[in-house]
């Protein structure tokens, strides 16, 4: 058996897999003032409110993330499982803060799966999924829905994963 014959470690589904309503969740992951400081400063998001941790002006107490970077992390999440090797493409994505997420926070994500519509070539899909992004208290802070491509089985005329 060669090595690209072994079977993958972590494969999302094809779509032909999901159903609607199916759900799952995301491990638990502590954003770090590292996370923080990588991310506003590759990204130019240099706002005093996520630079300054004692800015006389914020409306909310605490050294706060950006939820760009929140949404972020918890697709990094997603993309080592629920779309590893079979999302082929973002189409669309909406996103609504509702909590503040500050550093040394702990959050974790919940997928469910809203809809599948099957494309007219390419054994693709247009996949929604709703995601729900919680802190450590299990409080909701991140809300956002999210529209992908995905690839199809390829025994069923698919693009086989690499």
Do not use: C
Not at 6 to 12: E, K, V
Not at 62 to 91: D, H
Not at 122 to 129: G, K, L, M, P
Not at 131 to 137: E, G, I, P, S
Request: net charge negative; no cysteine; charged share 20%.
């Amino acid at each position: 058996m060669t090595d690209l014959n072994l079977p993958l470690l972590s494969r999302g589904k094809y779509w032909q897999e999901l159903e609607i309503g199916m759900m799952g969740r995301t491990l638990r992951r502590t954003v770090t003032e590292t996370d923080l400081v990588n991310f506003i400063s590759v990204t130019g998001m240099l706002e005093a409110i996520f630079i300054d941790a004692e800015y006389p002006h914020a409306a909310i107490k605490g050294r706060l993330v950006p939820a760009a970077l929140t949404q972020a992390l918890i697709e990094g999440m997603l993309f080592q499982t629920a779309i590893q090797a079979t999302g082929l493409a973002l189409l669309e994505i909406h996103t609504k803060a509702v909590a503040p997420v500050r550093v040394n926070d702990t959050i974790w994500g919940s997928l469910e799966t809203t809809e599948i519509r099957p494309t007219s070539r390419d054994n693709r899909a247009i996949v929604t999924s709703d995601v729900k992004v919680y802190n450590q208290a299990n409080e909701l802070v991140l809300t956002y829905t999210v529209r992908r491509l995905v690839a199809g089985q390829p025994d069923l005329g698919g693009t086989e994963p690499a």
